[in-house]
């Protein structure tokens, strides 16, 4: 249903600031109700962020709390992760991903998700 082009990644020190985004694109432009996850090395893809169509609505999970936030520019097709105060233990492949264009609500739950992109690498240095 939709092409997702993540990008903003690199290699940061610990403390820094980045901000992730992710272009969607298709046949049409829906606004979907879209979410963030994340793979460390070696470890299994977990959740990160979600947020609803409207961008009234959003989710983060425990160990990000406080720290990044999601957001969504749906006049450019765009999501955004504000990442701050970031820390070694959030290296890893951010992965960008939407649900049904048709799901309104935002979703935690990996299952949800229709569409994912490539990723971008995040790497946090001491």
């Known amino acids: 249903q939709v092409q997702l082009v993540e990008s903003g990644g690199g290699l940061v020190q610990a403390g820094d600031s980045l901000t992730l985004s992710c272009a969607a694109s298709?046949?049409?432009?829906?606004?979907?109700?879209m979410g963030w996850f994340r793979q460390p090395p070696g470890k299994e893809r977990e959740f990160v962020s979600a947020?609803?169509?409207?961008?009234?609505?959003?989710y983060y999970a425990d160990s990000v709390r406080g720290r990044f936030t999601i957001s969504r520019d749906n006049s450019k097709n765009t999501l955004y992760l504000q990442m701050n105060g970031l820390k070694r233990e959030d290296t890893a492949v951010y992965i960008c991903?939407?649900?049904?264009?048709?799901?309104?609500?935002?979703?935690?739950?990996?299952?949800?998700?229709?569409?994912w992109g490539r990723g971008t690498q995040v790497t946090v240095s001491s």
């Open positions: 298709g046949r049409t432009a829906p606004r979907y109700a």
């Open positions: 991903a939407a649900r049904s264009p048709y799901a309104v609500s935002a979703s935690t739950l990996e299952a949800e998700y229709d569409d």
């Open positions: 947020i609803n169509k409207s961008g009234g609505a959003t």
